[in-house]
């Protein structure tokens, strides 16, 4: 994560905020009774917050490599 650019401290903060959300409804859904509702539902939550969170890494990966070309130097793509 580069600390002076604006897009990567965005997409960082998603990825936190989804990884939050992933794992506190994962955590509810190992407090909830199995079979019940609210365990389904719950099922169902965790699985679209993993979803996010998948996506959000992804593009913080698409970032970094099409904005910080490999090398760590302060090359940038602005094609
Ligand atoms: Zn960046």
Redesign the pocket.
Known sequence: M?QD?P??QRLWREYASATTTHVGLESRLRQSEQGSASFEALTRDVSAAARVRETARQSIHE??SA??AAGGDTAKFDG
């Open positions: 580069r650019c897009e990567c970032h970094e904005a910080h």
